[in-house]
């Protein structure tokens, strides 16, 4: 079955640096555009960055451009998201996103990043 399992999080000040990890199993992980969402408290989830199969192409949230890089490495069936300049307002649970197909997608039980001083 699909499993996809963040990690990473951490609570840092602001202006540090993190990497999440996504590692996925289950699925033909090079065939499948990957997805980083996040959830702040009492927001809605919300799209941070998009990557194509071979990586060819990414997409960032606006509030993210310029900050954040989505990659990944089909060898090791992982999606990351770095994270540099990281500010309060990207407090929130971020989750792994793939859709295998029409009302199949899957998300991963999430990982959890605090930015406070």
């Known amino acids: 079955q699909v499993q996809l399992v963040e990690s990473g999080g951490d609570a840092v000040q602001p202006g540090g640096s993190l990497r999440l990890s996504c590692s996925a199993s289950g699925f033909i992980f090079s065939s499948y555009l990957m997805s980083w969402y996040r959830q702040a408290p009492g927001k809605e989830r919300e799209l941070v960055a998009d990557i194509t199969s071979t990586g060819s192409w990414t997409n960032y949230a606006d509030s993210v451009k310029g900050r954040f890089t989505i990659s990944r490495d089909n060898a090791k069936n992982t999606v990351y998201l770095q994270m540099s300049s990281l500010k309060p307002e990207d407090t929130a649970v971020y989750y792994c996103?793939?859709?295998?197909?029409?009302?199949?997608?899957?998300w991963g039980q999430g990982t959890t990043v605090t930015v406070s001083s």
């Open positions: 996103n793939v859709v295998i197909a029409k009302g199949y997608d899957f």
